[in-house]
């Protein structure tokens, strides 16, 4: 989990331009602050091209800070860098409930899908209870962001912004994360004594399909 979102200077990246813009900003307006994060994002691609380090962190990294930068300039005002995050945030949310109102949770369509081990635990109900969990555990997340940074927007905190943004990211994301690992081996742990009671079974009727056609023949 922790090498899909970047590994730990991932973590790191993704707080640089969000810093980089406020401190410009603070000191040489607006139209520097954007530039500036703008550059910081596509320094740290090159560098992770260079370095050899996974791409896409820092692509999707590079476009979010775009669309933030943009939506800034749009709008004139510095709280817009951060419009785009605290929107996108109430949209996640409404998916992961979505999904768990659907009974499709979020949480383990995407596990089961990057690993390829099927739709096996949609069909026991522990398991995907475990997964019901572990989504709203990630749609609180959003939750928590969406209602503290736009409230922060509404009342011009700009410098605290940067900072929720920066706190109730991945580190807010790691606690969720911890759920989710949780319902994963929860459900791991189901399927396989599942699977061994059903293969069991099995073997029982074998057995005494050999032993009855055995004994009459």
Request: charged share 20%; net charge positive.
């Amino acid at each position: 989990m922790l090498e899909q979102m970047g590994g730990v200077s991932g973590l790191f990246y993704s707080s640089v331009p969000v810093i980089v813009f406020v401190l410009a900003n603070s000191m040489f307006g607006l139209q520097a602050g954007i530039w500036s994060a703008v550059g910081s994002a596509v320094l740290i691609t090159v560098l992770r091209i260079v370095r050899k380090e996974p791409l896409q962190p820092a692509i999707s990294g590079f476009f979010g800070v775009a669309i933030a930068a943009f939506i800034a300039y749009r709008t004139g005002s510095a709280k817009g860098f951060f419009l785009f995050g605290i929107w996108a945030s109430l949209v996640y949310c409404g998916a992961f409930v979505l999904s768990v109102l659907v009974r499709w949770p979020l949480a383990g369509v995407v596990w089961n899908m990057l690993n390829g081990t099927g739709t096996a635990w949609r069909k026991d109900k522990p398991s995907r209870f475990g997964y019901d969990i572990a989504t709203l555990a990630l749609a609180a997340v959003f939750a928590a962001r969406f209602v503290v940074q736009r409230w922060l927007y509404d009342e011009n905190y700009t410098g605290w912004l940067a900072f929720a943004k920066i706190a109730m990211g991945y580190p807010l994301y790691a606690l969720a994360l911890l759920v989710v690992v949780w319902a994963v081996r929860r459900s791991d742990k189901r399927l396989k004594e599942i699977s061994e009671a059903e293969e069991s079974e099995e073997a029982r009727i074998e057995e005494r399909l050999r032993v009855k056609y055995g004994g009459e023949a």
